[in-house]
T-cell receptor, first 113, second 115 residues
């Protein structure tokens, strides 16, 4: 069964600090992995997308890594800002079969001043 | 180029009433997904539609829920005889093609409250 597990479930950090969010998946055969940011009361917005051949992708202060061998991904946030407070969702797509990717439950990040 | 639009943004219904949620995909997108999100929970897939076709409704409750995406107009998620457990945020997403390699673009959601 395809599954995506994210950790930690929630995280509180001080403004200016760095943090790393984790995503482990069992989706097979693997197609792509996306990280979304969902602000409270809004729809998710894509941050990065990686395919099998890519092991890192950056979007400003967000850097995602992918290890397809261990089926792990991380999202690193550098120099956090108050606006980074949100839920971060890992979504993994597979080849063939279902048209629906597998969603993680998200990590809730709170950045305090 | 407008993004995915959903309306209404907030909807209050009494138990037993019907709720109709609308989703207008991005221009040029003919694929629509509906998701439900309970408070403090992740997004749960409900249904995937193309114009005039339901492709995958494996996440849709068998009773009271239905969805359509007509040739003209927005996609509609309909919930009949709503119950308190239907209170949630409902998101739709659109994509330009079929399959998991295409990115889904999400709307702002409709927050349904059943009183």
């Amino acid at each position: 069964k395809n599954q995506v597990e994210q950790s930690p479930q929630s995280l509180i950090i001080l403004e200016g600090k760095n943090c790393t969010l984790q995503c482990n998946y069992t989706v097979s055969p693997f197609s792509n992995l996306r990280w979304y940011k969902q602000d409270t009361g809004r729809g998710p917005v894509s941050l990065t997308i990686m395919t099998f051949s890519e092991n890192t992708k950056s979007n400003g202060r967000y850097t995602a890594t992918l290890d397809a061998d261990t089926k792990q991904s991380s999202l690193h946030i550098t120099a956090s800002q108050l606006s980074d407070s949100a839920s971060y969702i890992c979504v993994v797509g597979s080849l063939g079969g279902s048209y629906i990717p597998t969603f993680g439950r998200g990590t809730s990040l709170i950045v305090h001043p | 180029n407008a993004g995915v639009m959903q309306n209404p943004r907030h909807l209050v219904r009494r138990r037993g009433q019907e709720a109709r949620l609308r989703c207008s995909p991005m221009k040029g997108h003919s694929h629509v997904y509906w998701y439900r999100q309970l408070p403090e929970e992740g997004l749960k897939f409900m249904v995937y539609l193309q114009k005039e076709n339901i492709i995958d409704e494996s996440g849709m409750p068998k009773e009271r829920f239905s969805a359509e995406f007509p040739k003209e107009g927005p996609s509609i998620l309909r919930i009949q005889q709503v119950v308190r457990g239907d209170s949630a945020a409902y998101f739709c997403a659109s994509s330009p093609g079929q399959g998991q390699s295409y990115e889904q673009y999400f709307g702002p959601g409709t927050r349904l409250t059943v009183t």
